[in-house]
């Protein structure tokens, strides 16, 4: 097989990388952006649930209180779903999220209820 060297290609040999590294570094990446779905989630979290999950604020269970969140998941996901998208008790619609998406808000209460 035959390598076309371009700008690019070169810029890494020119640094000692070769392409079979390059290409093994690219597949890590790959593998290793599964990963990054909890990191994101956390950074959902940090950007907008923790406003008031990390204290309690208003009566929220607080994120990791698994006493608090076990009658809640025991609703069902469809249900705590529908709580932040359309708003509950004191939690404003969207949950301050509103980029969010069902999946996201998923991911965010399972986070929580850990």
């Known amino acids: ?8 290609t070169m810029g890494f040999v020119a640094r000692g ?12 990446g790959l593998l290793f952006g599964v990963t990054s779905v909890q990191a994101d989630t956390r950074t959902q979290f940090n950007a ?12 929220a269970p607080k994120s990791g209180d698994k006493s608090a969140w076990a009658p809640r998941m025991k609703q069902g ?14 939690m404003p ?3 301050l999220c509103d980029d969010c998406k069902d999946s996201d808000y998923e991911a965010l209460i399972r986070l929580m209820a850990e």
Do not use: D, E
């Open 1 to 8: 097989m035959r390598i076309m060297h371009t700008r690019h």
């Open 77 to 90: 996901m469809p249900t705590l779903v529908s709580h932040v998208k359309n708003g509950y008790k004191n």
């Open 93 to 95: 619609a969207r949950g």
């Open 17 to 28: 990388i070769t392409m079979a590294r390059f290409t093994a570094l690219m597949a890590c």
């Open 48 to 59: 907008s649930c923790a406003t008031c999950h990390s204290a309690g604020v208003l009566g």
